[in-house]
């Protein structure tokens, strides 16, 4: 804009000497001027030429003025962007939490284990390796956006599809994501029956620059809340509509491990 103006103003002020010059070589070919008429001519061009010298102090000036501006500036949006970002990690009641899902089916302990069976056939309270036949082979280690996993393989290409599209609306959040685990073939804490998901290589627990989620106390960090959008669109079930709530925990729905088997990309016990 203030470029814009300043060639503005010279185009104005250089505007007059060419149309003196204009009638000098196309009107007034055939006759010459007269004394009267040169030196007045001239007298305008003397002032034309201080007014742009003064013009030409004005934009020095005026460039000074923005370099300081952009110095200043830069600081100011650098602790503007800083408070921005700190809002991620803020802790936010969960709105409605029970309907955050809606659409979507929780992969349960016993849905997983009737299509795939169990994914070890001694499972404990702690991680220990897959050995389910059926699912070992599609279990894979890549970076996926800013995080390493440990997954099935279509879980991993799924939440590529996630961290994608995180990235180019949230760039802010997607640098601060960070993981509290993927594959961990075990029962669920405090159960001897349940296995969970994360022992199928279906799940994936997030925070927020590294700050984990008290369970069970009906809050989570914004940025949970945001990433929780891009997940259901991608059919991904948050923990955060379990009955005690678990909002780092991400799921693959139901919906979406039928849709893998009935594309072959997944295989299945039945």
Same mark, same amino acid.
């Given at each position: ?10 185009? /104005? ?32 061009? %003397? ?11 004005? /934009? ?132 001897? %029956?349940? /296995? ?28 949970? %809340? ?45």
């Amino acid at each position: 804009m203030k470029l814009a103006n300043i060639l503005l103003a010279v185009a /104005i002020i250089l505007a007059p000497a060419g149309w003196y010059l204009a009638y000098f070589l196309f009107f007034s070919i055939n006759s010459y001027p007269t004394r009267e008429e040169f030196v007045s001519q001239q007298e305008k061009l %003397t002032a034309l030429t201080i007014d742009f010298n003064s013009l030409q102090q004005q /934009i020095t000036a005026q460039g000074q003025r923005a370099a300081d501006a952009q110095t200043t500036t830069y600081s100011d949006n650098t602790e503007e962007t800083n408070g921005l970002v700190d809002i991620y990690t803020q802790v936010v009641n969960i709105a409605n939490r029970r309907e955050v899902n809606a659409g979507l089916t929780n992969s349960s302990s016993s849905y997983l284990v009737g299509v795939f069976g169990p994914p070890r056939q001694d499972l404990t309270q702690d991680c220990q390796a897959m050995t389910n036949p059926i699912l070992k082979d599609l279990v894979v280690t890549r970076d996926v956006g800013p995080i390493r996993v440990t997954m099935l393989e279509p879980a991993i290409i799924s939440l590529q599809q996630i961290f994608k599209n995180v990235q180019v609306f949230e760039p802010e959040l997607y640098d601060r994501i960070s993981t509290a685990g993927s594959l961990c073939v075990r029962l669920i804490r405090g159960s001897e %029956t349940s /296995i969970s998901t994360h022992a199928y290589g279906l799940s994936v627990d997030l925070n927020i620059d590294g700050q984990l989620d008290n369970l069970g106390d009906g809050k989570t960090q914004l940025g949970l %809340t945001i990433l929780a959008e891009f997940f259901k669109r991608e059919g991904w079930y948050w923990g955060a509509g379990f009955s005690r709530e678990d909002s780092m925990h991400f799921q693959v729905s139901r919906e979406k491990i039928e849709t893998w088997r009935r594309l072959g990309q997944i295989p299945s016990g039945n």
